[in-house]
């Protein structure tokens, strides 16, 4: 059994934690991150690795140090990436799996969280509309549950390749919106694709793919020699949170034979709400659907599902190695509970779980509830920025993105044109960087298709209030009112 | 802040976590784990997600059940993988990671994450022996750090495939030993080499990889237009714990000019003991190690190393993708502590700070007392092995796997033969259906190049102890003595 002492380190850290990292790193009036500089921050870490060890109530100190000094991803005024706030459900999850040490491998391994992953799957499978069912595999992140849709969409259309590599192949070329996530360049450029076959399509105003323009694309390519494969359809685009109309790109992806793949990583969760879910029309006629909980639903990281309609073994087929040493075919159960061998992982975290625990508890009733709330909300902030003087909305958010320029008062009266738009452009890094020397919070700013840089506030949080987005608007202006 | 009952039901769960989760999962006298049937574990376990939410005590209750049923990996115990036991500080880490979910993007969203993720990352590099450092990074696991090492090497040699795909590329090969891990296979088909270009060299009766069969293959290659671009040599193999000879595998690729990458996930441990690190003589001429710490070194799951010697970018060049919204040119810091753009992940776990703080708390000196004490006890299970009546060794062990058969009565007599070996060959699915469904312990067992099954036992963890080695053989004798 485990020491007396293992006990009582995990007892008194974990009451610390509760204190520290929940309690603290929740409570609006404390801040959001304590900055330091690199170098800074190294002296008051005093990182090195030595030959002795520390006694447990030093070991105590640098645990409440690290806290300390660590952004509160938690805090009600932290809207800096696509995934906030606390979902305790979810967290106990966490710290279930944390203790247990469980690896997916096998059934025999993780029996459990093999059956939860397979139920959260169904349920999800069964959200996307694939009324035949399908499968699917929870990942580390998103990024890799993109890179499995353009493994599985080569396979199919090219199986030799698992064996004898791209050479043995033509060209082949992806399809996706110049807003769409870096991983699908990343994931192209790792499986030997190559970053040049990922062919652009432009997007609308509204950073939405134009059909149009991926149909003309696909000729173009197939005229040169290239060879379509797939198509990647973003849904809630990572900086204006659009999406990509599926229903429209489906058609053209059957009349090609191509591979539709829907990034829903951020945007997924309107699946889940009968008010919103038609912002992914057609969703029950793609192949595959990256989705994360993590995001939107507030799953503890990481939570990333890859889900595709097919039912015949493809990802399976597609990840395969049939190593001996763990998936012997002599068991004693049924071999179909062994899913370790559809992942390019071996180890593997039950990151299911967590979400299991979760909707358990909430029901999809309140899982709905949430995502409407966290819509309205930015509506509200939407709202707000088009009454308020010196704040201007890059375009009407239709999802949690609410993407605005502030404009400071000494920019009020230029007339807009190169130098107004330099001018612009500097105000939002540093805005940025006084919120985080101050630590009052974090909101992300980025440039964008040659706009000067403007902040993306992205509500998800149900412990976000109305004050909480005055807050935001009135610290900016606070913070840049002498820029 | 958060609510009140939100750090009540936490506090409940963290005192059920460690009474169920820690305590008695540790606890010699509990079950390592409770068998049912798929079937069966279905209906215990009510997996359905509803419409509406239950309530907490159910909750709790469910927590209690997914403790219940899954396999306790930290048991005194549990040997069934290459990893075991419980490490507190370690656990303790993964704990407050789980309450402030950091992602390791930027500086901004982690500063101390960065900070000791590079503190650890360069005393590895040291540790390795690479005098003038290096560069690295932690991946959700060593089939991933084994792929980055496949796509560093490829990159090195052919930088335009990033852009331009395999198929602007002649045939690359890659070379590793029949004994190696299934994920240079598993890379090789997602990075669109091909498994067809991964060469098979042979092992010796140890399960080292024979250096002039490697010379010969390399040649052979070459000879039929295909281009050698790395070779994957593994510290410490799967099966047997074998480890490959580094010093002399480094000067065939000096020689022929290819990337040497060392499969270390496993056997990196020996590189903290004076006493054992011999076994990977050389290594300070590879170009890169993947290094699992999560496994003999006993930090949380995952906690896996990547470490490269390049020192010109090789890491950032070869993955990176640049996301404007992510990796903003015009921020107020060095955005060399930017690390986000070396990953194919987005989101990523700071895994490096379980084992910084378990390292912080031990000391190397510790580090290295539980290496050698674990192969000290690896050594006297294979004497016992060797002076027991039906047990028999399948080699002498030079590192913690101990791999031998289980010869039940009824088999000793008879002569070596195909019937004896097709009456062994049953003999441990047998045993180890009875130990899973008994609940005593968990040994693997595998079929290994055309030999009869046989158990594969690791020894990790330093709560075990020569009592519990006695058991094992005991107790396979005990519910395998009637076949």
């Given amino acids: 059994m485990a020491h007396l002492w293992t006990l009582l380190l995990l007892k008194q850290s974990l009451t610390m934690i509760l204190e520290d990292a929940v309690k603290k790193a929740t409570d609006v009036r404390q801040k959001v991150c ?23 109530a030093r070991i105590l100190e640098r645990c409440r140090d690290a806290i300390r000094y660590s952004v509160k991803t938690t805090h009600p005024h932290f809207f800096n990436q696509l995934y906030a706030g606390l979902e ?17 491998y096998t059934y025999e391994m993780s029996p459990v969280f093999t059956l939860m992953e397979n139920a959260v799957l169904r349920k999800l499978i069964q959200t996307v509309g694939w009324e035949e069912g399908g499968d699917g595999l929870f990942n580390a992140g998103g990024s890799m549950s993109n890179m499995y849709a353009l493994n599985l969409a080569r396979y199919r259309h090219f199986p030799e390749i698992k064996e004898l590599g791209n050479s043995a192949a033509p060209r082949l070329a992806v399809f996706t919106s110049q807003e769409c996530h870096y991983s699908i360049s990343k994931a192209a450029a790792l499986m030997g694709i190559g970053t040049k076959n990922v062919f652009v399509v432009p997007s609308d105003k509204r950073g939405k793919m134009t059909p149009s323009a991926l149909e003309e694309q696909i000729e173009s390519v197939k005229s040169e020699g ?15 949170g659009a999406f990509d109309p599926i229903d429209e790109i489906a058609d053209i992806c059957e009349k090609n034979k191509l591979w539709l793949h829907v990034d829903a990583c951020w945007g997924g969760a309107v699946l889940m709400s009968n008010k919103h879910k038609l912002l992914m029309k057609g969703i029950h006629r793609v192949d595959s659907v990256s989705w994360n909980p993590h995001k939107m639903l507030m799953a503890c990281l990481q939570c990333s599902a890859f889900l595709v309609r097919d039912k015949t073994h493809l990802l399976q087929r597609c990840h ?6 763990l998936f012997q075919q002599d068991k004693f159960y049924d071999l179909s509970y062994d899913t370790g061998d559809k992942s390019v992982q071996c180890s593997r975290k039950p990151d299911a779980f967590k979400f299991w625990l979760m909707w ?26 088009t009454k308020r003087e010196g704040f201007r909305l890059v375009m009407e958010p239709e999802y949690a993105n609410v993407c605005f320029w502030y404009i400071p008062p000494s920019l009020r009266d230029l007339p807009d044109g190169p130098e107004f738009q330099e001018k612009l452009h500097n105000v939002a890094p540093v805005v940025k960087e006084r919120m985080m020397k101050k630590g009052s919070m974090m909101v992300g700013y980025q440039p964008h298709r040659g706009q000067a840089n403007f902040f993306r506030m992205v509500v998800i949080s149900p412990q976000v209030s109305r004050q909480d987005m005055d807050f935001v608007l009135d610290e900016i202006h606070s913070l840049g009112k002498d820029l």
Same sequence: chains 1, 2.
């Fill in 34 to 56: 304590e900055w330091h500089s690199p170098e800074e921050l190294k002296e008051l870490l005093d990182l090195e690795l030595r030959d002795s060890g520390e006694p447990e």
């Fill in 88 to 104: 305790p459900y979810s967290l106990v999850a966490s710290f279930i799996t944390d203790a247990l040490k469980p690896s997916l």
């Fill in 226 to 240: 290239g060879v379509p494969f797939m198509v990647n359809a973003t849904a809630g685009t990572t900086v204006l």
């Fill in 320 to 325: 395969s190695a049939r190593a001996s040493y």
């Fill in 360 to 385: 358990k508890a909430l029901g999809t009733s309140e899982l709905e509830q949430r995502v409407d709330r966290a819509l309205t909300m930015a509506r509200y902030l939407a709202d707000e920025i």
